[in-house]
């Protein structure tokens, strides 16, 4: 047994008295070793359940662990490649009772709690868009300088066509990463004609 939790045992068969000690819950056995060996992390404690049902009569059983319970302290490590719980056990303090609305417990009118799925953690995504680029050209010899701002965490591609009715856009050399400063492009002026453009991502 591991990472579990004791409450409410009484002092032996047919007491009313309850004993929630390592000597009675390990009585006559080895099982103390249950809660005097650490690195098994079981432990004597009252989870404060919010509701607890002894009988078939009323719905009175909500398993989900009150604010200040010790299920939401010292929960296991998690293992590769799922999710981290920050409780103990089945239900989380503050969460909807997932037990409810379709277990035979919630069908005989024992389970109480709101039912329904947990509340999934919302994420809100920013999409960034960049600047529209001011290109201003220059010539130098054979080439045409284009030069641009750019921004750090785009992309920029030149792109030309000699028609600006029909064709379609051609990239001019690589994209060339932003650095948030002015970037020059050069392309060779073989055309005697061409329209340029400049594509940010």
Do not use: C
């Not at 591991?2 to 007491?15: E, I, K, Q, R, Y």
Request: hydrophobic letters at 40%; a neutral charge; zero cysteines.
């Amino acid at each position: 047994l591991h990472n579990t939790l004791w409450w409410d045992f009484t002092a032996g068969s047919g007491s009313t008295n309850i004993s929630n000690t390592i000597t009675n819950l390990g009585r006559n056995t080895v099982a103390t070793n249950y809660w005097t060996d650490s690195t098994l992390t079981n432990q004597i404690a009252n989870p404060l359940i919010v509701g607890i049902s002894r009988t078939n009569i009323g719905a009175f059983l909500d398993p989900r662990p009150a604010v200040g319970s010790v299920v939401s302290s010292n929960s296991a490590a998690t293992p590769a490649n799922l999710t981290a719980a920050s409780y103990r056990g089945a239900f989380g303090s503050g969460r909807a009772n997932w037990a409810a609305d379709w277990t035979a417990l919630s069908e005989y009118g024992i389970m109480g709690g709101a039912g329904g799925i947990n509340l999934a953690a919302t994420t809100t995504t920013v999409v960034l868009t960049p600047n529209q680029p001011v290109l201003v050209s220059t010539k130098t010899g054979g080439n045409l300088n284009v030069i641009f701002a750019t921004q750090s965490g785009f992309s920029y591609q030149l792109q030309s066509r000699v028609d600006l009715i029909t064709g379609t856009w051609a990239d001019e050399g690589s994209p060339i990463a932003g650095s948030g400063g002015s970037v020059t492009s050069s392309v060779p002026t073989t055309a005697s004609v061409k329209f340029f453009r400049m594509k940010a991502q």
